[in-house]
């Protein structure tokens, strides 16, 4: 074997282990957006709030392995003569063989269902919090009398009239 395949499955070698911790990323996110949904269900804010701060500690320490990852795509398309943005793991596996190549198709494979399973998960999450956001906004209408179908008040004559223009409750003290 010469030279540069030593060197590539080396730096194959290296990828995967940058991929597995991708692996692991990509699932915590995943149950982060779960419990994300769980904890804007219940109205616990404490519990929000400390699983907001867990994604920005993991997201600043994440971006290591980010740079690692594109170090190592950098050398390996070198190696292979491509520039580094059109090294793929499909191309890739194309010019390994042996146990790196069938790692390095495992690793896609896994890295596809759970990025499908990521997606799931955040369009669950987007369409939670916009209904929240929904619901929110059609409260403070009626609260705050932006409401298309007013209030009804009564006359001297105990007739109704509906008065668009008036607000649910008076804000004056």
Known sequence: MNEQMVEL???AED???VLERDMEHVERTALYLNELR???IKRDEQSLGRLLEDIRTESQEYSANEQRRCLIRGEMAGLLGFKPEELTLSVLKTHITGPAKTAVVESQQKLKALVERLRRE???TVALLSDCARINSLLLKIVFGRSRTGLVCYDSTGLTKRQGDAAFMNMRL
């Open 9 to 11: 499955s080396r730096r």
């Open 15 to 17: 990828l995967l282990g």
């Open 38 to 40: 769980g904890f804007v």
């Open 122 to 124: 955040y369009v669950s």
